[in-house]
């Protein structure tokens, strides 16, 4: 099995092309006393193309949303599964 994963950047790729699940790297700063304290996460979203939005990451009125960015992406359909 190819264990290899092509990670979309929104940076240099742009969004996904398509409606679907993907699997999403989000990098996390938090302002604390002692500086900023800078992180990394993986969760899976649902990405509408036609409202260019996140169903779960851009919903709401989230008061931290300003502390998560969305770097990276890749749709699940192209992740290989074992057999």
Request: charge should be negative; hydrophobic fraction near 30%; include cysteine.
């Amino acid at each position: 099995m190819n264990n290899f994963l092509k990670w979309y950047s929104f940076e240099k790729d742009g969004p996904p092309r398509k409606d679907g699940r993907c699997l999403i790297y989000i990098e996390t700063t938090k302002h604390t006393k002692h500086g900023a304290k800078h992180g990394e996460l993986l969760d899976v979203d649902y990405y509408y193309l036609s409202r260019a939005e996140w169903e779960w990451w851009d919903r709401g009125e989230r008061e931290d949303r300003h502390l998560f960015t969305i770097t990276h992406y890749i749709p699940l359909s192209e992740i290989p599964m074992p057999k």
